[in-house]
């Protein structure tokens, strides 16, 4: 019996699954799929979620300034207002007679010269009248009205940005019994205690308070007590601002960062309980705490798993100590000089680094399982024979580890290993998993190239060298020598008698070469490349011209991964 193919198409979904799909996107991008088909703008017209954006009522060829914006508005944005509003009170109208549910409310505004009250107050009050869970107001620094909005009982989610909160915000304020998230962002409160707004939110379970400032210049600080369901914290804060941190016992995450840039104004942190039993993760980032802070971590966090410190510029020789903790990342906190940790159950170590004037000492005690560490070090200045053997001592400390090394740095003298010998020892280097060298500036001198691998082969024996190649004359030279070098015990027939044979060269049992795509990664701490995909590995008779005309025919614009894999010889 012949199979019947039934085809369907995108008419054919079910009107909830439209929803689902139609709740991914913002209120343009929704309108946009109104004209795949009907079924689509019905379910367009019936979605649970309602989004409202001044910005696309107002006409987006005027171009005002920040001094303009307080002008009265002209003709045309009157209209364009009235316009707005009517498409709000319409909206409510037709939900209302179809009766149909609405889950979510996004107000969002970008004009701060019109009255909004009337708008908000209707959004406020379909909000508490028509059950909605969901609400999010963007009121570009408008007054949030007195009335209703604590009457909204059945918020699940609320979130205010660029909103100011006074006295006759909070005149009617009643509990939430159901909020599980609430999130500040750019508020400010006149008037109003932000206690007084938490102390309404006692089922929240994620807090974010993100720039929000006290109309009072001599309180700046927030301070959150009695959330016995609270999860998770996050908060950005500006100098001198204060995190005031009280009984939490349900608190999981927190992360406090500061506004400024690189620390260099640093908000504070104060824990008003002996303990947190429940956090597991803990983010720091530009707050102003020292040496001290970590020495009772075991006892403040007994069951804390993961620890990331960042842009904290006090600290300078910390001792960390916690049978839980798995995961550490320190993150250019520049005045640091020293570390000791005793974490017997770490998995991952970061240290990121990229205006490095020292790299500090560490030191672990011993680990019940193998573990893996990540180091990222970039010199402002050129690296000489000091910098190389403070990253000997590193690389030695981490001998219990899987370690991975990425190296940016300027090298522009010759390295004395004779020199460096006599005052680190020619220790028997450790073996590292994988060295990035993509941002290294080897200048192409034969002296300062070919010691700059004596240095490396010095300090660590890396199982991988991974590096960029795009095609252009800087990267063609470098990737050059590195295969020339890399690949000498192979091209060169009297290998063993040669006299150019460098120490590490005997050592290096086999060489082989594989490419790779590349991604960049955006992140908190800048771009990195990662390699995609499986890599092709190369003819191991190709001499190096071969090589990159191989590489010519096969690279993209944006360039390719170079990973040398090798093998050394054991003791």
Known sequence: MAETVVRRSMADLPEPIIHHILSFLSGDQAAQTTVLCKAWLNAWL???TLAFSSAF????KKKRTKEFCWHPPDRDEIREYNNFAKYVERSFDRYHKQKTGIDTIELEIDKGVFDWEPVIRRCIQVAAEDSVKNLKLSLCNSELPEILLFEAKSLVDLTLSQVKLVERSTEKIKPFDRL???SLNYVEFYDVPFESIISCCQSVEILEISYCKNGNDSDQYFKVAGQNALKELIAVLSHPQTLILCEAPSLESLTCKSD????????????????Y??????LLSGVGVGDVFFVNLAHYFPHLESLSVQYCQDLRNIKISSPSLKRIQLVR???LRKAQFDVPSIIKFEYDDRKCRIIPEFSFAAASSRWVSCFTICTQEDAGNSCFLQLKKLVTSLAQSAVSLKLMFRWNEAFNLEEAMKDGGFDEPQVLQELFSKSIDWNFRVSSAYSMLDVIFWVCRPKAIVDFWI?????NERLHFL???LMFRKNHKQFHNSQQMKFWQSDLREVKVEIFHRCVIHSELGLDFILVGEGEQLEETLDCKDFLSFLRTRAPSWGMMIKFKLDWETN
Do not use: D, M, V
Request: aromatic letters at 14%; a positive charge.
């Open 46 to 48: 019936t979605r649970p």
């Open 277 to 282: 039993e429940n956090l597991k993760s803990l």
């Open 333 to 335: 906190n520049w005045g």
């Open 483 to 485: 295969y020339t070098k």
């Open 260 to 275: 400024g840039k690189h620390g260099q104004y640093p908000c504070l942190l104060n824990l008003h309980s002996s303990q």
């Open 471 to 475: 095609n252009k004359p800087r990267y």
């Open 180 to 182: 599980k998230r609430l």
């Open 57 to 60: 009522f107002f006409s987006k």
